[in-house]
Structure formats: C-alpha cells, structure tokens
Nanobody
Framework: VQLQESGPGLVKPSQTLSLTCTVS????????WSWIRQPPGKGLEWMGA???????YYKPSLKSRTSISRDTSKNQFTLQLRSVTPEDTAVYYC???????????????WGQGTQVTVSS
C-alpha cells in the first residue's frame, strides 16, 4: 500500500488548507484512513479519520475547522482545514490503520508527508 499527499505548500492566514491523499495498492473502502500532522519541534498530532464506510471522526479541538471526505472512484481522501493560522504550519501526513486509533504508532502505512506553511 502506498499513500501520497498532495496540495499547496503555502496557505495564507484565514484561508482553507486542502490536501489530498492518493492511495494505491489498497482500497479506501477497507480499513481506516487518517490525517496526522507534526508542527515544527512538536510531536505527531492526529487530526481526524475517515472509515471504510465513509464515517468521519475528528479531534475535538479541531472539529469545528476540519472536514475529511473521500472519492472512492479515485481512491483518494481529502483534508480541509478552515481558517488557518501560522500555528497550523506543519508537515501533514496521511496514514492507514487496520483498526480505528488516534495513536500514530499504530498506523501501518504512511505517506511521505507534505510541508504546509501558513504565512502571508
């Protein structure tokens, strides 16, 4: 299974950050698919997930600004983070797990990560 993040590397404050994860070698209609980020100098932070059936779960502190959706015809899932601030600057990863978990060490496949900087 391979995952690849794509999207703009620079987003202006107050705008919406949009990233896509393209999955190959496995179907997003199985397992659990998450977005995880790592701000500079900090640890990994689980942001949210979409399940094999399309249900979504979000970190409570991000729920009001976050949406995760999917396109099964393209085997992709997407992250939208609204009203971004410089504190949202991070490396963003997509990842897969076989069970629902918010613990990054339990994900078995990861994308390489993409740097997103929030700056005017």
């Amino acid at each position: 299974v391979q995952l690849q993040e794509s999207g703009p590397g620079l987003v202006k404050p107050s705008q919406t950050l949009s990233l896509t994860c393209t999955v190959s070698g496995g179907s997003i209609t199985t397992n659990y698919w998450s977005w995880i980020r790592q701000p500079p100098g900090k640890g990994l932070e689980w942001m949210g997930a979409i399940t094999y059936s399309g249900s979504t779960y979000y970190k409570p502190s991000l729920k009001s600004r976050t949406s995760i959706s999917r396109d099964t015809s393209k085997n992709q899932f997407t992250l939208q983070l609204r009203s971004v601030t410089p504190e949202d600057t991070a490396v963003y990863y997509c990842a897969r797990s076989e069970v629902f978990t918010t613990h990054p060490n339990e994900y078995d496949y990861w994308g390489q990560g993409t740097q997103v900087t929030v700056s005017s």
